[in-house]
């Protein structure tokens, strides 16, 4: 063997950039992340580190690692370790864990189960917020609102992005192409008949900007005594999701937020998030206060309003009857009604709006009882699933 | 902190080891260093080392995971990285120190030398390894790119085929018998035995064979069975099937030799350093990265640590030196060194511990052997004379193809209905069940027809099938019998 016959390859950044042949592969296992992310939300956001977020901010989650299977042996498989030399018999030496698939070296190495991904809150969000809409929302005069920015269609082009490639039509092209040179009598030494670039057909797409309705969305929520640390923090939560499935899905939304106890006012968003209160619960005022709000700017004729409320429902008795008046009042101007009733704890002697509540019969209404936090992100769903009322989405898409 | 390893000092370092390789007797292919970044070597890694290789979810997966585990300081990178082609390609981390590059080159000598002359690997045709992964990695990347197939498409069959890949006839030096071999050899299975009283006694039915079956011998190999098999498939499958199955066989090797391989590797690196006669600023990394590498890690088994304490023992009871530990600073003798090249051309890890892992050794290494017990793992043996016996058997299980259960196709054509029906060679480790379930719904997707699945769980004979309506797991069936025939 002589000097000449190794080959050193020196290292070049150049080559460094052009060799990230990892890309697509890892652009392509990130789908399936976020498959997964998609398949597990709900056990996501019931993590308080997501709720009252700022949306730019990166979360770390961990997510269970996309599996291959492979025929492995299971829990009751012995093993073989290394001692320190006083490994006595019996001696606890480990947990039982799940073991990753495929053959590694001898000995017990349970594999990573998990492992975290950064993910943008803006991008589980959107997945997040994927199905939901709101509901009902109609034509009104005036219109102002713009709704999802989407892209459509418009033709096709002879150069484009692979993932815009139309399957169909360039096969087309190829085939007519074929017979066209069939008929012009050119002969192939063999039948191949390749793709070529001039055949290839890309989907042309632009952007699309649907003029929605005008809407406009009232947040009321108790923050009376009764409501203590855990109450507010279910009620705050669903109300974020709320804000951020506006912010996030329509343009140009209106958010009221009203805050009451006794008495309702108008407040900010950022006191409505941050500030807490107290007193006794008078939920007619907050109602009330949302009509006035109603009558002075928003014009059912003009908006389309969704009104949403929540509350521990232990409410002053004798405003019950205002309450109910006022609730009624609210169905026949919004869209949808939304009412959740936070319960934490199940003691009995606290009252429950939600058997008052069912003396209304608007079909417009809905109520929802959140006990855990896990129980916010249903609800909130069930309030908000896009498939609720078929003619939502017809009175959406008409524009 | 780069240091800019420089080209020509390499080159001079190298010379000097290559003396020392062939002065020892070592037999390498031509050596092909390439010098990367951590970048780079993370993405040979999740390609396990191939300048080209196809595309899949699971290589983006396995980059994201090295990455994750080195970001967070969990786990370095490996020192080198090295596959066995000719010439043999090495890749150099150009961060690394000289001292820790030159002890990587040793290093990676000692794996040129292994490749070249263990049996093993004598079937993977190591000049064409490179252009082979190229290859497969066009004709994969062209079914992705064509218009009648696409990446959904290619992606669900390499999915199921990767499920399956290790499902193969693990040992090659046994030659597969040929189908005219395997109807005689049927034939010969029922012939009755010779009876010299055959006048005397009443005649006995003719014995009769269905030589119709398919597969007349249980089949391990299951991508090949299937890609011969059903007819349901369209050529691409078919190709797709053979490409994972050669992977996997090229693999094979270095999965079933992976303690002797590196075992063998750190002797050499060792040798070859201590007789370079460094500086001692670089003498002194060399033994500070020794012996990171070579250190027991409690609880675990690391094949750097037990194949060097092995071949280190080969030395001692084979060589000149009386019995006694030799100096691990000097050289091996002529009788020491040819039976080590022995060894490392004739076994493979389960047979190198099965002869070589002596008793004494296990004392002095501390092995013991635990099993999951409730919630805990607990040790069941240590090293003594009750529990020698079982660690090593427990530890030859649990090394290479040791760990992948033995699956084999018993018949293609079960119930008359195109069932494929599976039999686990059940050792005393059941299969996990979960994962079970998740390969047979790959199973049927490359079958198309109904999975059949014989195990034993919790001592108990179970059929686990799955089919149109999804996975099933039979009430017990008689163990060791022919089953539902």
């Given at each position: 063997m002589n000097s000449s016959d190794t080959i050193f390859r020196p290292y070049s950044s150049s080559e460094s950039l052009r060799s990230d042949r990892s890309a697509g592969d890892r652009q392509r296992h990130r789908e399936k992340v976020l498959e997964s992310i998609r398949d597990n939300i709900s056990d996501l956001i019931a993590e308080e580190a997501i709720i009252g977020q700022s949306s730019d901010r990166i979360v770390k989650i961990p997510i269970r690692s996309i599996r291959e299977y492979r025929f492995i042996y299971g829990k009751n498989s012995p093993g073989v370790g290394t001692g320190d030399g006083d490994t006595a018999e019996g001696q606890v030496v480990g947990r039982a864990k799940g073991r990753e698939p495929g053959p590694g070296p001898a000995g017990n190495q349970p594999g990573i189960d998990y492992y975290e991904t950064d993910v943008t809150l803006d991008e589980l969000i959107n997945i997040m917020f994927e199905d939901l809409a709101l509901p009902n929302l109609e034509q009104k005069r005036l219109r102002q609102v713009i709704s999802e920015r989407t892209f459509k269609r418009r033709g096709y082009r002879q150069v484009g992005v692979h993932a815009h490639l139309d399957k169909k039509r360039s096969a087309r092209a190829r085939v007519r192409r074929k017979m066209a040179s069939k008929r012009a009598g050119?002969?192939?030494?063999?039948d191949r008949f390749p793709f070529h670039q001039d055949d290839l057909k890309y989907r042309h797409r632009v952007p699309d900007m649907k003029p929605s309705s005008n809407a406009v969305v009232i947040c009321i929520m108790d923050t009376s005594g009764s409501m203590d640390t855990m109450k507010k923090y279910l009620a705050r939560s669903f109300f974020f999701l709320l804000h951020r499935f506006v912010c996030t899905r329509y343009q140009n939304v209106d958010l009221v937020f009203i805050a009451h106890h006794t008495q309702a006012r108008e407040v900010t968003e950022e006191e409505f998030f941050h500030k807490g209160e107290s007193g006794g619960t008078m939920i007619s005022s907050g109602y009330n206060k949302a009509l006035e709000v109603i009558r002075d700017r928003y014009h059912p004729d003009h908006w389309n309003i969704y009104a949403f409320h929540c509350s521990d429902g232990d409410n002053f008795e004798s405003d019950n009857d205002a309450t109910l008046r006022a609730a009624g009042q609210l169905c026949e101007v919004c869209n949808l009604f939304g009412y959740g009733e936070i319960k934490p704890y199940t003691l009995h002697y606290e009252s429950s709006l939600i058997e008052i509540f069912e003396n209304i019969e608007a079909s417009n209404f809905q109520a929802v009882m959140i006990k855990r936090k896990e129980d916010v992100w249903p609800s909130f769903k069930a309030l908000l699933?896009?498939?609720?009322?078929?003619?939502a989405t017809q009175g959406e898409t008409v524009a | 902190m780069s240091t800019d390893l420089n080209i020509a000092e390499l080159k001079e370092w190298d010379d000097r080891i290559k003396e020392k390789v062939s002065a020892f007797g070592l037999d390498c292919y031509p050596q092909e260093y390439e010098l990367c970044d951590h970048f780079q070597m993370l993405s040979y890694m999740a390609y396990s080392g191939m300048p080209s290789h196809y595309p899949h979810w699971s290589y983006g997966k396995s980059y994201e995971k090295l990455k994750t585990t080195y970001d967070h300081g969990i786990s370095g990178l490996p020192y080198e990285m090295v596959i066995n082609s000719s010439p043999c390609i090495a890749y150099l981390m150009r961060d690394n120190s000289l001292a820790l590059t030159i002890l990587t080159m040793a290093h990676v000598y000692g794996h040129n030398d292994f490749f070249k002359n263990n049996f093993n690997f004598a079937h993977t045709r190591a000049e064409m390894t490179v252009s082979t992964f190229k290859l497969h990695a066009e004709r994969i990347r062209s079914y992705v790119e064509s218009p009648s197939i696409g990446r959904t498409e290619v992606e669900s069959v390499l999915d199921a085929a990767h499920a399956l890949s290790l499902q193969l006839n693990r040992n090659r030096a046994l030659r597969k018998r040929s189908p005219k071999e395997q109807v005689s050899a049927a034939i010969e299975r029922v012939r009755p035995v010779k009876d010299s009283f055959q006048s005397i006694h009443k005649k006995q039915q003719e014995p009769t064979v269905d030589l119709n079956k398919i597969p007349l011998e249980p089949e391990a190999d299951l991508l090949l069975f299937i890609r011969d098999n059903n007819r349901q498939l369209t050529d691409w499958q078919r190709d797709l099937l053979t490409v994972v199955h050669e992977e996997a066989e090229y693999f094979l090797p270095q999965i079933e030799t992976k303690i002797m391989n590196e075992g063998w590797a750190s002797f050499w690196h060792r040798t070859i350093m201590n007789s370079l006669g460094l500086p001692q600023k670089l003498q002194l990394e060399f033994l500070v990265h020794h012996n990171q590498v070579v250190r027991p890690i409690t609880g675990e088994i690391n094949p750097y640590h037990l194949g060097l304490k092995i071949w280190d023992d080969i030395w001692r009871r084979f060589g000149n030196t009386g019995g006694k530990p030799p100096r691990t600073d000097e050289t091996p003798d002529e009788k020491a060194r040819e039976k080590l090249f022995e060894v490392r051309e004739t076994d493979r890890d389960a047979s190198f511990l099965r002869r070589f892992l002596t008793d004494e050794l296990m004392q002095g290494l501390g092995l013991f052997r635990y099993q999951a017990r409730g919630k805990d793992e607990v040790v069941t043996h240590v090293a003594n004379d009750d529990g020698y016996d079982t660690i090593r058997q427990t530890l030859i299980d649990n090394v290479g193809m040791g760990a992948v259960p033995v699956i084999k196709i018993e018949d293609a054509d079960f119930g008359r209905s195109r069932t494929l029906y599976l039999k686990h060679y059940h050792d005393g480790r059941d299969l996990e069940l979960d994962f079970a379930e998740k390969t047979l719904e790959h199973l049927f997707f490359l079958w198309g027809r109904p999975i059949v699945l014989e195990t034993i769980m919790n001592d108990r004979g179970i059929l686990l099938s799955f089919d149109e309506d999804g996975f099933d797991t039979k009430k017990h069936i008689q163990v060791n019998e022919g089953l539902l025939r």
């Open positions: 050119i002969e192939r030494a063999d699933k896009r498939e609720r009322l078929p003619e | -």
